[in-house]
T-cell receptor, first 113, second 112 residues
Framework: DGGITQSPKYLFRKEGQNVTLSCEQN?????MYWYRQDPGQGLRLIYY???????QKGDIAEGYSVSREKKESFPLTVTSAQKNPTAFYLC????????????FGEGSRLTVL | DQQVKQNSPSLSVQEGRISILNCDYT??????FLWYKKYPAEGPTFLIS?????DKNEDGRFTVFLNKSAKHLSLHIVPSQPGDSAVYFC???????????FGAGTILRVKS
């Protein structure tokens, strides 16, 4: 079955710690995305990558970092510089650099204690 | 600057009735619009889309209407079912745009 796998589903972090969220896809899609969901604010784009070894900042990239060393993988690191990291994080992919439909993973809930 | 707006945070309808979810946009360059459905603690799933060359697209119980002059689209669900209870996001993209822009979402509750 093709799809997007995010892990972990739930994660707790102490303030000041970096944490990395995993995103793997076997859809053979070139483009991958990280969104953040907060109540009442919809989905906001953090970073996206249209091809291996290249990525672009989205609307709220501060305090986050990504890498795209393999087509299948697009991990997101939430650094200690992110002032309000508690949120639901969603990874998505698309078979087009000009996305119509995005395919989403199940999401990762990060809570900072 | 919110380019895609869903002004109703929530909507409650009776099972069997019509649900109408609304979305407004400000960017006249948007030419492709999508609706996603999301259950709690899950990723959004694609529901239906419409290109700006059309004013209506239908898929089973779901119909999306696009009014370009008003920069407005709506999603109609007929008849509504309890399983339709979810958050619905409107999204848009421009030609050769490399990212979707999402609205804030509307929580739909269908009462049985």
């Amino acid at each position: 079955d093709g799809g997007i796998t995010q892990s972990p589903k739930y994660l707790f972090r102490k303030e000041g710690q970096n944490v990395t969220l995993s995103c793997e896809q076997n859809l053979n899609h070139d483009a991958m995305y990280w969104y953040r969901q907060d109540p009442g604010q919809g989905l906001r784009l953090i970073y996206y990558s249209q091809i291996v070894n290249d990525f672009q900042k989205g609307d709220i990239a501060e305090g986050y970092s990504v890498s795209r060393e393999k087509k299948e993988s697009f991990p997101l690191t939430v650094t200690s510089a992110q002032k309000n990291p508690t949120a639901f994080y969603l990874c998505a992919s698309s078979n087009s650099p000009y996305p119509g439909e995005l395919f989403f993973g199940e999401g990762s809930r990060l809570t900072v204690l | 600057d919110q380019q895609v707006k869903q002004n109703s945070p929530s909507l409650s309808v009776q099972e069997g009735r019509i649900s109408i979810l609304n979305c407004d946009y400000t960017n006249s360059m948007f030419d492709y619009f999508l609706w996603y459905k999301k259950y709690p603690a899950e990723g959004p799933t694609f529901l239906i889309s419409i290109s700006s060359i059309k004013d209506k697209n239908e898929d089973g119980r779901f119909t999306v209407f696009l009014n370009k002059s008003a920069k407005h689209l709506s999603l109609h669900i007929v008849p509504s079912q309890p399983g339709d209870s979810a958050v619905y996001f409107c999204a848009a993209n421009t030609p050769y745009g490399n990212k979707l822009v999402f609205g804030a979402g509307t929580i739909l509750r269908v009462k049985s």
